[in-house]
Structures are given as C-alpha cells and as structure tokens.
T-cell receptor, first 111, second 113 residues
Framework: GDSVTQMEGPVTLSEEAFLTINCTYT??????LFWYVQYPGEGLQLLLK?????DKGSNKGFEATYRKETTSFHLEKGSVQVSDSAVYFC??????????FGPGTSLSVIP | DGGITQSPKYLFRKEGQNVTLSCEQN?????MYWYRQDPGQGLRLIYY???????QKGDIAEGYSVSREKKESFPLTVTSAQKNPTAFYLC????????????FGPGTRLTVT
C-alpha cells in the first residue's frame, strides 16, 4: 500500500542553520504531496504542497520539490528561526485513497 | 474568522465512561475527518464524512462512533469499548470530498484513568 517515510528526529539546529528533512514515498499512481507543520499543543497546518512531478511548493521560506524519479519530497529552508521549532509531517494523497501521513519529524531550533 | 473549533482542549474521564468530543467548522466544507495522534506516531484516521448524513470508517474505527447531522458538526464519541483511549484527537475538514487539502482544529487531549 501507499506509504510515507520521513527521517527520524528529533532534529536540533542552531538559529540560521540550513534545514533539510527527508521524505520519500511509495504510491500507486501519481499522488499529490504535502508538508504539514504542527506547533506545540496545536493542530496541523498545511505548509506547502505539490501536485505533479517537478512542481516546487514554497511557503514561509520553506521549499520542497516533487521528484518522481527518486520518489522524494524533501523539505528545505535556508535559515531556520527559533519560531520554526515544531513537528513536520510529510503526506501524500492519491485520487482513490485517504491522505497518508508520515510519522513526523520534530525540529528544535536553539538560539 | 473561519476555522475549526474543537472543545474542550483537555478532557479527563474515568475508565468505562463514554465521552463525546466536539468538532465544529464554519468553512462550509463538505468533508470532515477525525484523527488520532499518539506520541511519536503519525496521524491515524478514525472516521470521515464526505457529506451530511453519511460517514465511513477509517483505519482504527473500533471503539469509536460519529454522527454527521449537520454540515458544520462532526462529533466523535469514544466508547468504553476503546481499549486505549488516551490520546490527542484532531478534527479536520476539506473543501472537496476527496480531502486533498485539509484544515485542522486545535485538537482535544483526552486522558482516561
């Protein structure tokens, strides 16, 4: 079945460091891909999305490119801030099935 | 402001009691969802509803029940049959019936002792 794999956390970075959170997927067909963010004690918020191969989603300085050849959707940010500390979920959705969420990657940014 | 409201934020119950979690949305979305989140795990789908008066079981529906009598409301009942009910429960909605882009409420943390 469809699945999403994320790098294990927690990830701890210093402020202004470069961030990469790896996400790979297995899916039948051509899924849409998403990154959601969950701040402490809150629900999830959609951060960015990409609906077809080679699309780049971007928001709030975060970017991710839909790579069909490597079945990946890695999240990147050039300079993280303390306020980026949260749990990040990679997710996919195909036309015939529910949204599949990865296990989440916890990010802590220290000043 | 449009959004999804879940109440209460924290809920405590004794084992053997049924408890109902509230979820209301004023986004005029057709579809609504209930997820369970446990520490270190992703979200697991409990129930979803694509339209009023209709709902479907998700991956872990045993011990839970829902209703969808109004478009705005999708309450979840955690019954005494749920073996391990302590968790963080998230309600979501999507503008389309297929759930491509979901909007989440703030969650309810249920503790059963």
């Amino acid at each position: 079945g469809d699945s999403v794999t994320q790098m294990e956390g927690p990830v701890t970075l210093s402020e202004e460091a470069f961030l990469t959170i790896n996400c790979t997927y297995t899916a039948t067909g051509y899924p849409s891909l998403f990154w959601y963010v969950q701040y402490p004690g809150e629900g999830l918020q959609l951060l960015l999305k990409a609906t077809k191969a080679d699309d780049k989603g971007s928001n709030k300085g975060f970017e991710a490119t839909y790579r069909k050849e490597t079945t990946s959707f890695h999240l990147e940010k050039g300079s993280v801030q303390v306020s980026d500390s949260a749990v990040y979920f990679c997710a996919l959705k195909t036309s015939y099935d529910k949204v599949i969420f990865g296990p989440g990657t916890s990010l802590s940014v220290i000043p | 402001d449009g959004g999804i409201t879940q109440s209460p934020k924290y809920l405590f119950r004794k084992e053997g009691q049924n408890v109902t979690l509230s979820c209301e949305q004023n986004l005029n979305h057709d579809a609504m969802y209930w997820y369970r989140q446990d520490p270190g795990q992703g979200l697991r789908l409990i129930y979803y509803s694509q339209i009023v008066n209709d709902f479907q079981k998700g991956d872990i529906a045993e011990g839970y029940s829902v209703s969808r009598e109004k478009k705005e409301s999708f309450p979840l009942t955690v019954t005494s049959a749920q073996k391990n009910p302590t968790a963080f429960y998230l309600c979501a909605s999507s503008i389309d019936q297929w759930g491509y882009e979901q909007y989440f409420g703030p969650g309810t943390r249920l503790t059963v002792t």
